[in-house]
């Protein structure tokens, strides 16, 4: 089985701040993890994902996360926050065959909210 | 990337009544789509795995009499809501896996917004 918790339904940062969005996952396998973004009544864009290989991932627009096993936790970063940024963001869970079918699990989802 | 179209984007109808939700990949072939909910404020909720030629398998607790799933084509699936009612009201949001360098990606549609009224 596998499931993701995703800390904080709502963050709220300051244009040119520090994002951080926090993501755990639990998985029986060794995950995938994801990270999608998904901007008012539109569907779902990746940033980011890790399958194997570099713990750290870097993705579009600047975001990067770090996969630590040790912590299972996928947090997203970004060092400068941008007004374009505001969005809510999934972070996801799969697992490949044979333990799973490649399906994502997600997380609640965050709202990030940017002042200016 | 590959881009995953539907449509309608947006559709109201009235209770008692049908609408079909059409998932295209414009660009490759996706022997897997998948059909998802999403309520206000929440996130994605899988309601059901479609295989090209084949019936689609339906997650606990979807009605499969009332969301019908049809993907005839590489390109092509559809979501029926029958006798649609006001609960049906929703953002319903496809997706499409392909196949590159050896590892499943998955793209994901606009969506489509269901209003009952």
């Known amino acids: 089985a596998q499931s993701v918790t995703q800390l904080g339904s709502h963050v709220s940062v300051s244009e040119g701040a520090l994002v951080l969005l926090r993501c755990n996952y639990s998985?029986?396998?060794?995950?995938?993890l994801f990270w999608y973004v998904q901007y008012p009544n539109q569907g779902l864009q990746l940033l980011l994902k890790?399958?194997?290989?570099?713990?750290l991932v870097k993705g579009i627009n600047g975001f990067e996360a770090e996969f630590k096993k040790s912590e299972t936790s996928f947090h997203l970063t970004k060092p400068s926050a941008h007004m374009s940024d505001a969005a809510e963001y999934f972070c996801a869970v799969s697992t490949p065959p044979p333990g799973g079918s490649y399906i994502p699990t997600f997380g609640r989802g965050t709202s990030l909210i940017v002042h200016p | 990337g590959a881009v995953v179209s539907q449509h309608p984007s947006w559709v109201i109808c009235k209770s008692g009544t049908s609408v079909k939700i059409e998932c295209r990949s414009l660009?490759?072939?996706?022997?897997?789509m998948f059909w998802y909910r999403q309520f206000p404020k929440q996130s994605l909720m899988l309601m059901a795995t479609s295989n090209e030629g084949s019936k689609a398998t339906y997650e606990q607790g979807v009605e499969k009499d009332k969301f019908l799933i049809n993907h005839a084509s590489l390109t092509l699936s559809t979501l029926t809501v029958t006798s649609a009612h006001p609960e049906d009201s929703s953002f319903y949001i496809c997706?499409?896996?392909?196949?590159?360098?050896?590892?499943?990606?998955?793209?994901f549609g606009p969506g489509t917004r269901l209003t009952v009224t």
């Open positions: 997706s499409a896996r392909d196949l590159v360098a050896g590892e499943y990606e998955q793209y």
């Open positions: 998985s029986s396998v060794p995950p995938y």
């Open positions: 890790y399958t194997t290989g570099a713990t």
């Open positions: 660009d490759f072939q996706a022997t897997t």
